[in-house]
């Protein structure tokens, strides 16, 4: 959640702290949709675990964990839901 709020706070758009949080304030939008840039929230239940930065063709940007490097991974799972930032 810190890679895609520091991202999106560098073309002036504000962004909550939590994965969750981030995940509310964003349109959600159908996997037809979805367009390099928009969020990619991983869920688990009704609880949002994780969230990347869709980079196209099912492949992510995201940091595994708060100190790692970002990198550009495949989206490892289904339980995946999409967010546009507004």
Not at 11 to 17: A, I, Q
């Amino acid at each position: 959640s810190g890679l895609s709020q520091y991202s999106y706070g560098r073309v002036g758009k504000r962004l909550p702290r939590t994965a969750q949080q981030q995940y509310a304030a964003t349109i959600h939008i159908p996997w037809g949709s979805k367009r390099m840039g928009d969020l990619v929230f991983f869920y688990s239940g009704r609880t949002i675990t994780h969230v990347g930065v869709y980079a196209g063709n099912w492949y992510m940007y995201a940091a595994a964990h708060t100190g790692t490097r970002v990198k550009k991974q495949r989206i490892y799972s289904t339980h995946v839901a999409f967010g546009r930032v507004r």
